[in-house]
């Protein structure tokens, strides 16, 4: 069976590439900062097993110490001129999409295909984490697709995966980061804490006031935690499962699920939520890290007006 | 209620610009430090969870793919396709993108497109070049405007599609949950109760792209 594993040592390999080519590159005034940052990524990926958990937490202390004290540059690896893209984009056209293309077509692949083949009496791939593994399959087929169809050298994957991965810099971490964090508050008992706080100074006799304070709460909630499946624990064993549920008989399918979409529009409102929010701000080199937040609030704000109620009248 | 200085200083250090990174880690020490815990096994905790969530980072996988593209004049490309095609003006373009997400995400399908692979080398240069093909410029301002919908677009139709799927994380742990209240629910009840939002999002956001489109379509007058 193949496991998350060897999608891991994978990404330990490019990460490590990344880390080497960083090192070499002598236009980055600060390319010891990045090989060792990314020379770490690469350490958890390809060891991160064997590190212990102290040894994980000491590389962890080392990734922000070096994003904290500034020492991460930007690499410029060489790479095509705007006109040499025209001319090349020109030349190539619609071709130019097929690698893109690939990349779902083999996922979908992946899924479809191959999960379900077993060998051996087990499957061939770990179902947990099929999808994953189907995208780092999809990943390798549509690079080596776009270095053949498109002529391209064959250190560029590496070069400019290497350019686009320190334009997102520090924050590709951060997602990780977050959600460790989490999982310190879920030992500390954060959550539990703030949901007695909610339910315990808010008076729930009447039940607009519950449902509104439910939805508002999973989107509050999952403001502060970054994460809608943190809230959704905490809000429901305070308000949706005594309240909700069972003082006024609310149907449990629609409370938790609308509950859960209440704890998405906070998703779409809060830097914590680093992979959907701040990742794309630097991927797109948007000076505002928040413009991508600004730009969903006007979605997310009626839309959680639109939840709750929804939830009232499809509930009871 | 000490253990609350932790989320305190999540909020004051995104607040005050300090490295994201590093607000993580005081925040993780103040929580764990507060809730009585040795510095040391603060730091053998945050990294063990560190350890089990690499699978988030993997994501970036798909980068060598898309910077080769990218290197070979794919976002040119992809502006002067929208160029060629002057009917199409910025709002439909990213409505068609949210059905498109929105509908993929519905079957399952979250990880075919997204942020890396698809708004920053196609989705956000067929925008950019959308509004120019209608005469609108691009000012610094103007195009971060223009990214950031394309990019908001993708998270709206990734979150209003993915909880109609069946066997989705967020499906399992809502049945998880209720199942250890003593509430036995069949996944797909709350798929269904998934869709009522999923319209509700669907009309919303497509009404701002076509309001954004306008805006940007004055300006251009203008």
Not at chain 2, 121 to 150: N, W
Request: aromatic share 6%; glycine share 10%; proline share 5%.
């Amino acid at each position: 069976m193949i496991r998350i594993g060897v999608v891991y040592v994978l990404a330990g390999l490019v990460f490590a590439a990344f880390a080497v080519l960083s090192a070499m590159d002598r236009a980055n005034g600060k390319r010891l900062g990045n090989a060792v940052f990314w020379g770490l990524v690469a350490t958890s990926f390809l060891a991160g097993d064997v590190l212990g958990d102290l040894g994980n937490g000491v590389l962890v202390l080392g990734l922000a110490l070096i994003a904290g004290f500034g020492l991460l540059g930007r690499g410029q690896p060489a790479t095509t001129s705007a006109e040499e893209r025209q001319a090349l984009a020109e030349r190539f056209g619609g071709r130019l999409f097929i690698p893109a293309l690939v990349l779902p077509v083999v996922v979908i692949f992946g899924v479809l295909v191959l999960k379900p083949i077993e060998l051996a009496g087990g499957p061939l791939l770990d179902p947990k984490q099929a999808t994953l593994i189907s995208l780092a399959l999809a990943a390798v087929v549509a690079t080596v697709t776009g270095l053949i169809l498109l002529r391209q050298p064959p250190m560029s994957p590496l070069q400019e995966g290497r350019r686009l991965m320190d334009t997102v810099g520090w924050a590709a971490l951060l997602p990780q980061m977050l959600a460790a964090l989490g999982a310190v508050f879920a030992l500390a008992g954060v959550g539990d804490l703030i949901g007695q706080l909610v339910t315990g100074y808010i008076p729930m006799d009447a039940r607009l006031t519950a449902v509104a304070v439910y939805c508002l709460g999973m989107a509050g909630f999952t403001i502060i935690m970054g994460n809608a499946f943190a809230a959704f624990p905490v809000m429901t064993a305070g308000i949706g499962l005594p309240i909700l549920m069972k003082q006024f008989g609310g149907d449990p399918a629609v409370v938790a699920s609308i509950g859960m979409l209440s704890g998405f529009c906070g998703t779409l409102m809060t830097p914590l939520a680093a992979n959907f929010n701040l990742v794309p701000a630097a991927l797109l080199e948007l000076p505002d890290r928040c413009a991508v937040i600004k730009a969903q609030i006007p979605t997310a704000l009626p839309l959680l007006v639109a939840n709750v109620v929804l939830m009232y009248v499809l509930a009871f | 209620m000490l253990t609350l200085l932790g989320v305190a200083a999540v909020v004051v250090g995104f607040a005050v610009r300090l490295n994201p990174l590093l607000v993580v880690v005081i925040a993780a020490f103040v929580t764990g430090l507060a809730a009585g815990m040795t510095p040391v096994a603060v730091l053998e905790a945050f990294g063990k969870a560190f350890n089990d969530s690499r699978l988030i980072t993997v994501a970036y996988l798909v980068l060598p793919m898309v910077g080769v593209v990218e290197r070979a004049g794919i976002q040119e490309q992809a502006r002067k396709l929208m160029l060629r095609l002057r009917g199409v003006s910025v709002g439909p373009l990213l409505i068609v993108y949210l059905l498109f997400r929105q509908g993929t995400s519905a079957l399952g399908l979250t990880s075919i497109a997204g942020q890396t692979q698809s708004i920053r080398p196609i989705v956000a240069p067929m925008a950019e070049g959308a509004v120019e093909s209608h005469g609108g410029t691009l000012d610094d301002d103007e195009r971060q405007r223009v990214k950031a919908m394309a990019a908001a677009t993708d998270n709206v139709g990734l979150f209003f599609g993915e909880d109609i799927f069946v066997a989705i994380g967020s499906i399992l742990l809502m049945v998880g949950f209720l199942a250890t209240a003593g509430i036995t629910i069949d996944p797909i009840h709350l798929s269904l109760w998934a869709i009522p939002t999923a319209i509700v999002a669907f009309l919303l956001h497509a009404a701002r792209l076509l309001l954004f489109d306008r805006g940007r379509r004055r300006r251009a007058v203008a």
